[in-house]
């Protein structure tokens, strides 16, 4: 069964620091990781999505890496703003049952960017 | 905007009743998945449809169920409202195979409050 921890839960930052969240998962056997966006009471935005064969993903101030042996993803933002402050999940796409595949999801690490 | 619309935004129930909730995909997107956010959590994985059949349900019961037409629309049906249920239910829909490594594209969600 895949499982998908993200840390840390929270965190707390001033503007313009560089940060990494981090985000682990147990199964290997993935078809891609994505990284979303979520503010509050909202729906998901993606930013990246790394396939199983590729290593990274940069879009912006953004760069995502994947290390699918180790089981590990890290999103790298530069140069944090506020506008940055949201909840980020991971998701990976592993296959279900006989043809389908689903998202695992981790719980999210809650991002806030201090002015 | 990811093409993939949901309705109704917000929704209101009372314990015992039933309740759809409608979702858009894009066209030639014949794949669509349905999650479960409660409140500070990850999405959970419902069920998969495939070309109007499910391919995939997660740990969920029975009286959650689910349809896709083939005008690329599908609903996701709750019977027996519980108050567990109130959560934000967010479907995602993909290109190509169920199986396959396609991104998949969320809608805003649907909301729904059970009391």
């Known amino acids: 069964k895949q499982e998908v921890t993200q840390i840390p839960a929270a965190l707390s930052v001033p503007e313009g620091e560089n940060l990494v969240l981090n985000c682990s998962f147990t199964d290997s056997a993935i078809y891609n990781l994505q990284w979303f966006r979520q503010d509050p009471g909202k729906g998901l935005t993606s930013l990246l999505l790394i396939q199983s064969s590729q290593r990274e993903q940069t879009s912006g101030r953004l760069n995502a890496s994947l290390d699918k042996s180790s089981g590990r993803s890290t999103l790298y933002i530069a140069a944090s703003q506020p506008g940055d402050s949201a909840t980020y999940l991971c998701?990976?796409?592993?296959?279900?049952?006989?043809?389908?595949?689903?998202?695992?999801f981790g719980e999210g690490t809650q991002l806030t960017v201090n002015p | 905007e990811t093409g993939v619309t949901q309705s109704p935004t917000h929704l209101i129930k009372t314990r015992g009743q039933q309740v759809t909730l409608r979702c858009s995909s894009q066209s030639g997107h014949n794949t669509v998945s349905w999650y479960q956010q409660a409140l500070g959590q990850g999405p959970q994985f419902i069920f998969q449809?495939?070309?109007?059949?499910?391919?995939g349900r997660g740990n969920f019961p029975p009286r959650f169920s689910g349809l896709q037409f083939p005008n690329y629309s599908s609903e996701l049906n709750v019977n027996a409202l519980e108050l567990d249920d109130s959560a934000l239910y967010l479907c995602a829909s993909s290109p190509g195979l169920a199986g396959s490594s396609y991104e998949q594209y969320f809608g805003p969600g649907t909301r729904l409050t059970v009391t």
């Open positions: 998701a990976v796409r592993t296959v279900w049952e006989t043809s389908g595949s689903r998202l695992t």
């Open positions: 449809y495939y070309r109007e059949e499910e391919n």
